[in-house]
């Protein structure tokens, strides 16, 4: 028998103070350098040096959400977006996230993959998926109630 308050009492009732919160890992820095970089070049080329950023790295959520943002039509940016969306998830399963609790973009951790959700959000509704474009807002609302799209878009 364990004594009360005992951590390996699997009995206790635990108490919380709200919902989980996940944060992502932080990208490595070396990434988030070279993606600054492509974002800086000029016109095509961008999208180009975007694309190689995510072929060097294909869990960045970042460099997904940044080439969805440079997309040359919406099915490609809904495809882009999509695949950062499911990497994202990936990555918050590794991270603990149970399928709910908080995911904020107070966290700059997060923001890729926040990024890669409402622009899943915003092509959806761009190809005419307007069920999904809605299942996506709900989510993003579930994650972070303080959630602003206006937050979210890469300089073009």
Known sequence: ??????????????????????????????????????????????????????????????????????????????????VGYHRGLDALRGSGWKGSGLVRWSHAENRGFLRCLDGLRSSAGAIGEHAEEERCAQFLRQLDPAWRPDRTGYPV
Request: proline share 9%; aromatic share 4%; with cysteine.
């Open 1 to 82: 028998m364990t004594a009360p308050g005992d951590p390996t009492d699997t009995s206790a009732v635990r108490l919380t103070t709200g919902l989980p919160e996940t944060v992502l890992p932080a990208e490595p820095e070396d990434l988030r350098r070279t993606l600054a970089e492509a974002l800086d070049q000029p016109g095509e080329r961008r999208r180009h040096a975007v694309s190689d950023v995510v072929r060097a790295d294909p869990r960045s959520l970042e460099a997904w959400a940044a080439l969805g943002s440079l997309a040359r039509d919406d099915v490609e940016a809904y495809a882009c977006f999509r």
